[in-house]
């Protein structure tokens, strides 16, 4: 059995980062590495307002852990985004950056998508609180967080939330929740990359990914009907048994195929 990830306070060196992110990833090159990246961040001008330390904070903590832990996503990802529209793009921003902390995926599952199905129209600090101390209790952290470690990293769930679109910004009080519906081309970077990571097709069909855009197996499964539809892939079900066909050899044919879509 696959060990739950540790909790960490990874967050607090950058939320979501968009603007950021877009800068940086328009500086990188193929085969860069997070202190060449940082290197010439640093000489191009675009982060007049950060210091020093801090962009290499940025790049080492947030940007190397979310698009360089593995091969390919960052040069992917490069050529995808200028293609994208803003909601788009915060839907990839927000799948990558909630693979690199799993505190901020869980919070999106467990509490952001309940509260929404449930007809629930807002989120409180109170709420993010409630998670992280269950989740510091029930042992999912290395060690005890403090009380103030509790309370910021409840602020940054909140404030990454709102970065990616799903809850309201504002910096006290509930925050209002805002519908999140998985758009087509990101639905079709994910179910290709899933496949890539060597899943099987129930594997990629029940991954906790899809949690993150509300969808539980039913819904995804309707999800790659329309994939289906649009050509990406030949969806073949019969009760709980699942085959698919999938139409492209590697990510590079995908990316191909969504920047002409």
């Not at 992917?76 to 839907?91: A, H, I, V």
């Not at 510091?136 to 940054?156: D, F, I, L």
Request: aromatic residues 10%; proline residues 3%.
């Amino acid at each position: 059995m696959t060990e739950s990830p540790i909790y960490t306070t990874q967050l607090q060196a950058g939320l979501g980062l968009i603007d950021e992110t877009q800068r940086l990833f328009e500086l990188f090159e193929p085969g860069m590495r997070s202190r060449q990246l940082f290197a010439k961040a640093l000489e191009s001008g675009m982060f007049p307002l950060v210091s020093a330390r801090r962009l290499d904070n940025i790049v080492r903590e947030c940007f190397a852990p979310r698009y360089l832990r593995h091969p390919g996503v960052a040069e992917n990802l490069k050529r995808l985004l200028p293609c994208l529209e803003r909601d788009e793009r915060l839907q990839v921003f927000m799948l990558h950056t909630a693979r690199a902390n799993a505190i901020l995926a869980d919070f999106i599952r467990d509490v952001y998508w309940p509260r929404y199905v449930s007809g629930r129209d807002s989120l409180s600090r109170e709420d993010a609180v409630r998670f992280v101390e269950n989740a510091v209790r029930e042992g999912k952290t290395q060690k005890q967080w403090s009380e103030s470690t509790v309370s910021r990293v409840s602020g940054y769930l909140l404030s990454a939330c709102a970065d990616f679109g799903l809850i309201e910004t504002r910096r006290s009080g509930s925050r209002r929740l805002y519908s999140l519906r998985l758009v087509s081309r990101v639905g079709t970077y994910l179910a290709y990359d899933l496949k890539f990571q060597g899943l099987g097709d129930n594997q990629v069909l029940n991954h906790p990914d899809w949690q993150l855009f509300g969808l539980e197996r039913a819904d995804v499964r309707d999800q790659f009907k329309r994939l289906s539809l649009d050509g990406h892939l030949i969806l073949q079900a019969a009760g709980d048994v699942t085959h698919i066909s999938w139409q492209y050899k590697n990510m590079e044919e995908v990316v191909n195929v969504l920047i002409g879509y």
